[in-house]
């Protein structure tokens, strides 16, 4: 699946105030998403993710610390598997700079970070290690739909099984996910908002 996410992401950026300090865009891409990250940068609230439909593109963004991560793909990706490279992605940053420390000494350049496309890369390549797949039954569909579920959400959870709206073709369903993965059960529920 690594090969065909990668295929399906847009961007990936890495922001602070109005500084872009890091981009990703797959090989050949010259298009700008200054303007789509320009939209979620309002958003102040600390680790939350949130999730926004603009046309074709779906985009994730959480906000972490004084960094602002945002991912964008196409409409087929899901998002617990955006939310999860997001995750990896903040980990390696702050692995490889610290980040308080480059910023208080004033100016800094992007420059510095250009390196971390490999990091990048290769978190892409490996995402099927911050996943798992599960098969989830949809009455709607009438068919076995592969859900994603990113691992930190079973790893972090207090409770089991930890629940998973899973929203597609304009219908939802909550799923509930055991610590082992396994789907313990499956509803249709009302959407609103
Ligand atoms: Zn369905």
């Known amino acids: 699946m690594s090969k065909n996410i990668q295929n399906k992401l847009h961007f990936i950026n890495i922001s602070k105030e109005e500084m872009t300090l890091f981009e990703w865009k797959p090989p050949r891409s010259f298009k700008s998403y200054i303007l789509d990250v320009n939209l979620v940068k309002d958003n102040m609230t600390q680790d939350i993710f949130f999730h926004l439909n603009k046309g074709n593109m779906k985009m994730v963004y959480i906000r972490k610390g004084i960094l602002l ?63 798992k797949k599960v098969d989830v039954y949809c009455r709607v569909c009438k068919k076995t739909l592969p859900l994603y579920v ?24 909550v799923t509930y996910i055991d610590q082992n993965f396994v789907v313990r059960g499956v509803e249709l529920v009302n959407i609103t908002g």
Not at 76 to 97: T, V
Not at 104 to 122: A, C
């Open 69 to 131: 991560y945002t991912i964008g793909s196409d409409q087929d990706a899901q998002f617990q598997l955006l939310e999860a490279l997001l995750e990896q992605i903040d980990k390696k940053f702050h692995e490889i700079w610290d980040i308080d420390v480059i910023f208080s000494y004033g100016n800094v350049s992007s420059n510095i970070f250009k390196d971390f496309t490999t990091h990048v890369n290769e978190i892409i390549e490996n995402c099927n290690e911050l996943i």
């Open 150 to 173: 990113k691992n930190s959400i079973i790893e972090n959870a207090v409770s089991f099984p930890v629940p998973l709206v899973f929203t597609h073709r304009g219908h939802a369903l």
